[in-house]
């Protein structure tokens, strides 16, 4: 999957007056710019190699043609400032704001994205980063009315004739169920954790054996696990299976089957609604990259709703005695114009 949007601007196209004055917040010249990879926010984003050697990295919007890019460059800014040393991202250095243009200043980090589909190896380290990143800002540093709302629910949206057509060309099962995916997205998603919530392989960088978690402008307070349930419906595209670190995970493993199915349903309904409603000027490599993940996510909720449904129905000398089901499911995908199909076993406890 391509991880990086198609509307980046380069250094060169960043107006000069807006250049020279994030040389004087570095106090340095920028020698050379190399816009890097991941993320599909308009705009630059650009390592900067300034003229003593050091690089730091730069993101970097018009307020006239990406407005509401500028509004989540300023959140960021102001989730930035108060994330605590322990969380592993980068250090905010400098902002610029003239009204016009906004940039942000960080630190540089030498990594680079996660393989896709996920290598078990890297998948297990990001998730371990980001159980212990939940624990570092529980109780959350910034209050509920200052973050972002979470960008979670959507299946409301689609329930007239028209939305609701264009899912069955996309999602069938999900609109013949469009009803229970409603109510089910519905339930309250109540915590007092900050979740950086866009925790996607586009966001996260691996430095050597250090996990860099980046891009925060949609962090809000909610349920502890909300991150990891997002990493672990991101898997399922890779064709690992969710469940056993559902099981194993200190942030998952005593939920609430409900609350795991709750959210599921309210993370692929906001996916699913951006991907059946984009219009024609949206970013065709975001709206694949949300029908993907999307997708994923429901997947797993189904997969979940069969085997439940398999183990009420079950012989209790069989797999009610076990404890343990499975199903096969297909999970497939478009990205690019590429159909891509592959087997994933989901097994619940």
Same mark, same amino acid.
């Given at each position: 999957?391509?991880?990086?949007? =198609?509307?980046?601007?380069?250094?060169?196209?960043?107006?000069?007056?807006?250049?020279?004055?994030?040389?004087?917040?570095?106090?340095?010249?920028?020698?050379?710019?190399?816009?890097? #990879?991941?993320?599909?926010?308009?705009?630059?984003?650009?390592?900067?190699?300034?003229?003593?050697?050091?690089?730091?990295?730069?993101?970097?919007?018009?307020?006239?043609?990406?407005?509401?890019?500028?509004?989540?460059?300023?959140?960021?800014?102001?989730?930035?400032? #108060?994330?605590?040393?322990?969380?592993?991202?980068?250090?905010?250095?400098?902002?610029?704001?003239?009204?016009?243009?906004?940039?942000?200043?960080?630190?540089?980090?030498?990594?680079?994205? +996660?393989?896709?589909?996920?290598?078990?190896?890297?998948?297990?380290?990001? !998730?371990?980063?980001?159980?212990?990143?939940?624990?570092?800002?529980? +109780? *959350?540093?910034?209050?509920?009315?200052?973050?972002?709302?979470?960008?979670? #629910?959507?299946?409301?949206?689609?329930?007239?004739?028209?939305?609701?057509?264009?899912?069955?060309?996309?999602?069938?099962?999900?609109?013949?169920? !469009?009803?229970?995916?409603?109510?089910?997205?519905?339930?309250?998603?109540?915590?007092?954790?900050?979740?950086?919530? &866009?925790?996607?392989?586009?966001?996260?960088? !691996?430095?050597?054996?250090? %996990?860099?978690?980046?891009?925060?402008?949609?962090?809000? %307070?909610?349920?502890?696990?909300?991150?990891?349930?997002?990493?672990? =419906?991101?898997?399922?595209?890779?064709?690992? &299976?969710?469940? +056993?670190?559902?099981?194993?995970?200190?942030?998952?493993?005593?939920?609430?089957?409900?609350?795991?199915?709750?959210?599921?349903?309210?993370?692929?309904?906001?996916?699913?609604?951006?991907?059946?409603?984009?219009?024609?000027?949206?970013?065709?490599?975001?709206?694949?990259?949300?029908?993907?993940?999307?997708?994923?996510?429901?997947?797993?909720?189904?997969?979940?709703?069969?085997?439940?449904?398999?183990?009420?129905?079950?012989?209790?000398?069989?797999?009610?005695? *076990?404890?343990?089901? =499975?199903?096969?499911?297909?999970? /497939?995908?478009?990205?690019?114009?590429?159909?891509?199909?592959? *087997? /994933?076993?989901? =097994?619940?406890?």
């Amino acid at each position: 999957m391509e991880m990086t949007g =198609s509307r980046r601007i380069g250094w060169a196209a960043v107006p000069e007056h807006v250049r020279k004055a994030i040389e004087g917040l570095l106090g340095r010249r920028v020698a050379a710019a190399e816009s890097l #990879r991941g993320g599909f926010s308009e705009g630059l984003a650009a390592r900067l190699r300034l003229d003593d050697g050091a690089d730091v990295f730069v993101k970097a919007v018009s307020c006239a043609t990406a407005p509401a890019v500028a509004g989540f460059h300023r959140r960021e800014a102001g989730v930035a400032r #108060r994330l605590p040393a322990s969380v592993p991202a980068p250090r905010l250095l400098a902002v610029h704001d003239d009204g016009d243009w906004v940039a942000l200043l960080f630190e540089h980090v030498a990594g680079a994205l +996660p393989a896709q589909p996920w290598r078990p190896a890297d998948f297990e380290r990001v !998730l371990a980063a980001a159980t212990g990143m939940a624990r570092a800002v529980t +109780p *959350s540093p910034i209050a509920a009315a200052d973050a972002a709302r979470p960008r979670l #629910r959507g299946w409301a949206d689609l329930a007239g004739p028209g939305p609701r057509a264009a899912l069955a060309g996309r999602e069938p099962w999900a609109a013949a169920h !469009l009803d229970e995916l409603i109510a089910l997205e519905a339930a309250p998603l109540e915590g007092g954790t900050l979740l950086h919530g &866009d925790l996607y392989p586009f966001n996260v960088l !691996l430095d050597g054996d250090r %996990v860099r978690v980046v891009d925060w402008p949609h962090a809000w %307070v909610g349920p502890a696990h909300a991150d990891v349930l997002t990493l672990l =419906s991101n898997a399922v595209l890779s064709g690992l &299976d969710p469940q +056993p670190h559902l099981a194993a995970n200190p942030l998952t493993h005593d939920l609430d089957p409900r609350e795991v199915d709750a959210f599921l349903a309210a993370h692929s309904g906001f996916l699913l609604r951006l991907a059946v409603t984009a219009g024609p000027g949206a970013d065709p490599r975001l709206i694949d990259m949300a029908a993907a993940l999307g997708g994923a996510s429901l997947r797993w909720l189904r997969a979940r709703a069969d085997n439940a449904a398999r183990a009420r129905t079950a012989p209790v000398g069989r797999h009610r005695q *076990s404890g343990n089901c =499975s199903c096969q499911t297909s999970v /497939t995908w478009q990205v690019n114009g590429t159909i891509c199909d592959r *087997s /994933t076993t989901l =097994s619940t406890a």
